[in-house]
């Protein structure tokens, strides 16, 4: 079956199709809600109520774009709701006083992280970095997107982003000297 025909199926109500678009779907968009929220439960919620949103909201879909495009933003802002709810989005301030302690030192070619260990790490920061690194990196948001979704200015998207990034590389990199220890 197309994903075209897929759609249309679903669009109809048919409860064998729902099945098998969600289990299409479900691992990857699992995925994108667990980059905003830390315990696999809230994720696996998020996803739910996602996917009871987007068949709900089925019968609007144009078939302009991508389809998984589609779903994806539906799930993001599903998850940044359940990170409201769930989690503060405090952004935070404290973790680098001065911009020079942003520098660390840059990870080898020769060694690798598994996904599962950078998502570990991404989970691992604060709300306020995880939410606009997400957003920008994985997810293409511009700025500006990002600030009207979070309801902050664009200077606090980039200076979220910013260091975010230096305290991924950190990590990473501590990670990655942790690894060759071993």
């Known amino acids: 079956m197309t994903e075209a025909d897929l759609i249309a199926a679903c669009q ?17 968009m699992l995925t994108v809600c667990r980059r905003y929220l830390k315990r696999r439960e809230d994720a696996e919620e998020a996803l739910l109520l996602g996917f009871a949103q987007m068949f709900r909201a089925l019968p609007t879909y144009r078939g302009e774009g991508s389809f998984e495009g589609w779903v994806r933003r ?36 020769d060694t690798q992280l598994q996904a599962d260990d950078l998502l570990a790490l991404l989970a691992e920061l604060p709300a306020g970095y995880r939410t606009v690194f997400n957003l920008y990196a994985l997810e293409g948001y511009g700025h500006q997107e990002i600030a009207a979704l979070l309801g902050i200015s664009e200077g606090t998207s980039k200076s979220q982003l910013s260091k975010a990034r230096a305290l991924l590389q950190r990590r990473v990199t501590h990670q990655l000297i942790i690894n060759n220890e071993q």
């Open 12 to 28: 109809r109500g048919e409860p064998r199709a729902q099945r098998q678009l969600y289990e299409r779907l479900a691992g990857l």
């Open 74 to 109: 539906i799930m993001v802002n599903r998850a940044l709701m359940e990170l409201r709810r769930r989690e503060p989005l405090t952004l935070s301030f404290d973790d680098f006083a001065q911009p020079e302690n942003l520098a660390s030192t840059p990870a080898t070619a």
